[in-house]
């Protein structure tokens, strides 16, 4: 039945002058999104966007679209050329499904484009929603305070459409609308729904990934690149920078203490993709650090590490609980992934007893024994890039 696709967008609605920037970069990111599937024609039409179907099934393109980021709903519709009876027989043809479905009331709510027509919006319904009745008689009831279903009618230009259900989208602005982000991706449950957070705001998203291989395992790399993919649903093609940092670990081991090791090696994570990130013309890192979680990301913690850079440091998930964090991985597919149980560097030397309260002065003297510029070049030159897509 369903011929086309209706793509709602909230806040890019509001952007005045750059209204069409952010359209256009949402058509072509719907475009984009779609390529696995076929060549699909997405185009503009009085303020809105379509996607026509052709033979499609239109659940599994829906599931596609609804991915992009900018997009608040989606709604199949049947669209036919400009007809008014015809526009009745669309009207009726949904209701039927939806009676079938199971619903027990409805009403009908129509939208007039086209002023040639004689009747207001208003009459529109009333006429439309008498004739549904006089054919579906008591199989439905009316109800226009508080129906189950809205059958959607409209009268425009150049053709008629019927639809009634919104499938939710996530929200957001379109990718590329808001500058680069460098995110950190461990293989935890964290940083995969940070970095998905910053992209749904519009951020281009670039990976960096430390490992001590081969103290750590290739699976643990594996995961990590199977999370980017996961990403890259999302984002399109996302580019991962994998640091090796094990020298950096058996240095700090050596001349610093203990307990200072998960503290000092987040630093020179940062000042690393501090510097990829300045390469890649990027305009914010991101973490998954969430106030007081683990012993690293108490409030002292969190000021030594951001003392580490002067790039903006983006934590979308500061003030998150883990539960609410998980919600989020279980619902855009990282979860499964994060829970595996691959180690990951930081776990790998972590001290018994992490400094809980560190001081910014004591962790930079114990900084001064170590040839910070010379370790975080030689790990900057040995980065692997991969380019990770869905
Ligand atoms: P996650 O679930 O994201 O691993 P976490 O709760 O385990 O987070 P930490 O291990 O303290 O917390 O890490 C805090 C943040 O530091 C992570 O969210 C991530 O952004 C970054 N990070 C930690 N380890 C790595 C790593 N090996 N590679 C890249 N980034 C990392
Ligand atoms: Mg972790």
Redesign the pocket.
């Given at each position: 039945m369903y011929n086309t696709l209706i793509v709602k967008y909230g806040e890019i609605g509001v952007k005045g002058k750059n209204r069409y920037i952010f359209e256009n970069k949402l058509i072509k990111n719907i475009k984009n999104i779609l390529k696995p599937l076929g060549d699909f024609k997405v185009y503009k039409e009085f303020g809105r966007i379509y996607v026509d179907l052709e033979d499609y099934d239109y659940e599994e393109v829906i599931e596609e679209v609804k991915k992009v980021f900018g997009i608040v709903g989606v709604c199949p519709a049947v669209r036919a050329e400009k007809d008014y009876n015809k526009l009745k027989e669309l009207a009726l043809q949904m209701l039927e499904e939806k009676i079938q479905e199971g619903a027990k009331s409805f009403k009908v709510e129509s939208r007039r484009g086209d002023k040639s027509l004689e009747l207001t919006s208003q009459e529109m319904s009333l006429d439309i929603g008498g004739y549904l009745v006089s054919q579906v008689k008591d199989r439905i009831a009316v109800d226009v305070r508080n129906p189950e279903v809205k059958i959607k009618c409209e009268y425009r230009q150049t053709h008629v459409m019927a639809y009634s259900d919104t499938v939710a989208g996530y929200g957001g602005l379109p990718l590329g609308t808001n500058g680069r982000a460098m995110?950190?991706?461990?293989?935890?449950?964290?940083?995969p729904v940070?970095s998905w957070m910053v992209a749904k705001r519009g951020m281009d998203l670039e990976c960096?990934?430390?490992?001590s291989y081969p103290f750590t395992s290739e699976k643990s790399q594996e995961k990590v690149k199977d999370l980017g993919k996961i990403l890259a649903k999302y984002c399109g093609r996302v580019r991962l920078h994998k640091v090796n940092i094990l020298e950096i670990q058996k240095a700090i081991g050596l001349s610093c203490k203990e307990e200072e090791m998960t503290i000092i090696s987040?630093r020179f994570?940062m000042q690393i993709a501090e510097r990829v990130a300045e390469k890649r013309h990027c305009d914010a890192l991101?973490?998954?650090?969430s106030i007081g979680?683990?012993a690293?990301?108490t409030i002292q913690g969190l000021t030594c590490t951001n003392a580490s850079v002067s790039i903006p440091v983006f934590r979308p998930l500061i003030a998150m609980d883990k539960t609410e964090i998980v919600d989020i991985a279980q619902k855009i597919g990282t979860f499964e992934t994060?829970i595996l149980p691959e180690e990951?560097?930081?776990t790998v030397f972590s001290p018994k007893k992490p400094v809980t309260k560190p001081k910014l002065d004591r962790i930079e003297m114990s900084e001064r024994k170590l040839d910070v510029e010379k370790l975080i070049q030689d790990a900057i030159d040995n980065i692997e890039v991969e380019d990770l897509e869905f």
């Open positions: 995110s950190l991706l461990s293989g935890g449950i964290d940083s940070a960096i990934h430390f490992h987040r994570m991101v973490t998954g650090e979680q683990v690293s990301q994060s990951d560097c930081c």
